[in-house]
C-alpha cells in the first residue's frame, strides 16, 4: 500500500470518517437522505463504489442514507466477519434483515414429504440459524419448505408443512425470533410448494405462533397473483417482512410494471416500521447501475 494513502486514510479513521465516505467525494452522491421506509440493500449491490469488503460496503449504504440491510448469505460467514459486521451495524445504527436459514431443496421435497429425517435435517438448521441470528443482532431467517412431493396430496403436504413449522417455532420463540415463509413464483422457481400469499396466510394462521410469519416478496406475487395491495391487506396480520423486486426484469422499482409509487404509500400509511429487502439486480451495470437504484428509491420514497 502507498504510505501516503495509508497514512491518510488511517488519520481519517481516527476521524470517524469511513472509506465510504472517501469514495462519496469523488461519485456527486449525497449523503444522508432521510428514507420513509427502513429499505434494506444487500451485500453486493455497491460494490463499484464501495469496493469488495463487506464493512466498506455497509459504511457506504450508511452514508448514504439507508437505514439496514440484508444478506441471505450470512450464516455462511465467517464468525470473524460476522463480528466485524455487527460492530459496524451497531456504529452506523444499520438494522440487519433476514438471512436464509437452511439448506433449500429446489428439485425434490423435503417439508412436504413427511420424512423424518429431513425434518430433523431442517430443525437441526434452525437451531444453528439461532446462534448465526444472536451474534448479529438479527430477528428474521427465510424459510422455504422446499419442493412439491408429487406422489402426495397436496393437503398431506400442509399438513407435513405445519408440523415442521410448529416444531421449528417452538425453537424459535423462546429466543424472540421469527422465520418469514417466502412464496416464490411459478415462473422463476416451478414446482415449489410454496406459490402464492393465501396459502402462506393458511399456513402461519395453523401454525400460530409468532415465530412463523410471511415474507411477502412484491416481485415474486406480482407474477404469481398480481392483485398485489388487496392481498397484502388480507394478509397483513401475518406479514412481518416485504422484499422488492420490478416485474419484468427483477431489478430496481420504476424500472417495470409495479406502481411502487402506490405500493410503498399503502406500506407507509399501515405504519410499517419493518425493514424492506431489495432483493433485486440493478437494471444497468457498474456505477452507472448503483446510481440509478439509488435515484429510484429516492424518487419512490419521496411521494411517502
Not at 425493514?275 to 439509488?294: A, D, Q, R, T, Y
Request: hydrophobic fraction near 35%.
Amino acid at each position: 500500500m502507498n504510505r501516503r494513502n495509508f497514512t491518510k486514510t488511517t488519520v481519517l479513521a481516527g476521524m470517524g470518517i469511513s472509506k465510504s465516505s472517501l469514495l462519496l467525494n469523488n461519485t456527486g452522491i449525497k449523503t444522508g437522505y432521510k428514507y420513509n421506509l427502513h429499505y434494506a440493500p444487500h451485500i453486493g449491490m455497491f460494490k463499484n463504489h464501495a469496493g469488495n469488503d463487506p464493512i466498506d460496503q455497509l459504511n457506504f449504504m450508511a452514508d448514504i442514507g439507508f437505514t439496514a440491510f440484508e444478506d441471505n448469505d450470512m450464516r455462511m460467514r465467517d464468525i470473524s466477519l460476522q463480528e466485524k459486521m455487527v460492530s459496524t451495524m451497531i456504529k452506523r445504527g444499520l438494522r440487519v434483515g433476514v438471512f436464509v436459514a437452511h439448506k433449500i431443496y429446489w428439485k425434490e421435497p423435503n417439508l412436504t414429504s413427511g420424512d423424518i429425517s429431513s425434518r430433523n435435517e431442517f430443525l437441526d438448521y434452525i437451531k444453528k440459524a439461532i446462534s448465526v441470528a444472536k451474534r448479529v443482532n438479527a430477528k428474521w431467517m427465510t424459510v422455504v419448505p422446499g419442493h412439491l412431493d408429487l406422489r402426495q396430496d397436496i393437503s398431506y403436504q400442509t399438513a407435513n408443512v405445519i408440523e415442521s413449522l410448529k416444531q421449528a417455532s417452538n425453537l424459535l420463540e423462546p429466543h424472540g425470533l421469527v422465520m418469514v415463509l417466502e412464496p416464490l413464483n411459478f415462473r422463476d422457481h416451478p414446482g415449489l410448494f410454496l406459490k402464492e400469499s393465501p396459502q402462506a396466510y393458511e399456513i402461519c394462521k395453523s401454525v400460530n405462533s409468532p415465530s412463523c410469519k410471511i415474507l411477502f416478496d412484491i416481485y415474486h406475487q406480482q407474477i404469481q397473483e398480481g392483485n398485489l395491495i388487496p392481498n397484502i391487506e388480507n394478509c397483513w396480520d401475518e406479514i412481518e417482512y416485504f422484499q422488492i423486486g420490478d416485474n419484468p426484469g427483477r431489478n430496481e422499482p420504476t424500472t417495470g410494471e409495479i406502481n411502487y409509487n402506490n405500493v410503498f404509500k399503502y406500506i407507509h400509511n399501515k405504519g410499517y416500521k419493518g425493514i424492506l429487502g431489495m432483493e433485486h439486480g440493478n437494471s444497468n451495470p457498474g456505477k452507472k447501475g448503483e446510481l440509478g437504484v439509488i435515484n429510484a428509491y429516492q424518487k419512490v420514497d419521496k411521494f411517502l
